[in-house]
């Protein structure tokens, strides 16, 4: 049975939910969320009892819970469209817990693991500031 159709998988969700207002780093701007086009203003272009709505969505890349692909930090690096669906989803998962005393996740955490192929959740607590003026200050890196 291909993978896709594995009945005993479960997919986890992680992401914040992206709103209006949301500020997920200090300096950047928080998305604006609008109509583009009101369900009103549809009536207007369109015939008799035909409706909807088409919503507009403005933020920069990093805004929420977002997938940072090599382009982000490297200029030659690929970026999010030439990534390879296969090498985002439905991979084995490991979960690496790194709080420690200092916030500097050292190279040491990933030490004699085999990480290759595989989506690595690395998990420092801070989600507990969440929602917080603490959550952008003093954050492990």
Do not use: C
């Not at 819970?65 to 469209?81: A, C, I, Q, V, W």
């Not at 290759?116 to 492990?140: N, Q």
Request: glycine share 8%; hydrophobic share 35%; charged share 25%.
């Amino acid at each position: 049975m291909p993978s896709f159709m594995s009945v005993n998988k479960q997919l986890i969700d992680l992401s914040h939910t992206i709103e209006q207002g949301l500020i997920t780093y200090k300096g950047l701007p928080a998305p604006i969320i609008r109509d583009f086009l009101s369900r009103e203003q549809s009536k207007a272009h369109y015939a008799p009892g035909t409706e909807f709505q088409i919503g507009k969505i403005e933020m920069v890349a990093n805004t929420g819970t977002y997938l940072d692909s090599p382009f982000h930090r490297y200029e030659g690096g690929k970026d999010l469209s030439e990534l390879e669906l296969t090498s985002l989803a439905d991979l084995e998962g490991r979960v690496l817990r790194a709080k420690g005393k200092d916030r500097q996740i050292d190279v040491d955490v990933f030490d004699n693991l085999e990480l290759r192929g595989k989506a690595v959740l690395i998990h420092t607590g801070w989600s507990a500031h969440w929602r917080t003026d603490r959550y952008f200050e003093g954050h492990p890196f």
